[in-house]
């Protein structure tokens, strides 16, 4: 079983940054990739960046340039890095890791960005 546990959200001007972070507990040697995931309201939940146990990244379109996903695996910890904010942004976003053996994902509660002026 894995836990994991979000922080770093919070309110920003657009153009601004912030960064979010999770932390992974319990069994995490199982974990072989991580991603976040945002859902705006009113919009379906969509896969904003994906980071395997290699470093091997994927982003989505609308956040390519602007937002940087990263991992420190000794301290099981997953990274986002969001720059130049937009209103577009606005979400919570939510911590996820896979176990590809057991087929099985593993969701954090999710963290608030709000993007605002």
């Known amino acids: 079983q894995v836990r994991l546990q979000e922080s770093g959200g919070g309110l920003v001007q657009p153009g601004g940054s912030l960064r979010l972070s999770c932390a992974a507990f319990?069994?995490?040697?199982?974990?072989?990739?991580m991603a976040w995931y945002r859902q705006a309201p009113g919009k379906e939940r969509e896969t904003v960046a994906t980071i395997t146990n290699g470093g091997s990244t994927i982003y989505a379109d609308s956040v390519k340039g602007r937002f940087t996903i990263s991992r420190n695996n000794a301290q099981n910890t997953m990274y986002l890095q969001m720059d130049r904010l937009k209103l577009e942004d606005t979400a919570v976003y939510f911590c996820?890791?896979?176990?590809?053996?057991?087929?099985?994902?593993?969701w954090g509660l999710g963290t608030r960005v709000t993007v605002s002026s």
């Open positions: 996820t890791a896979r176990n590809e053996a057991l087929d099985r994902d593993y």
């Open positions: 319990g069994s995490t040697f199982s974990i072989t990739s």
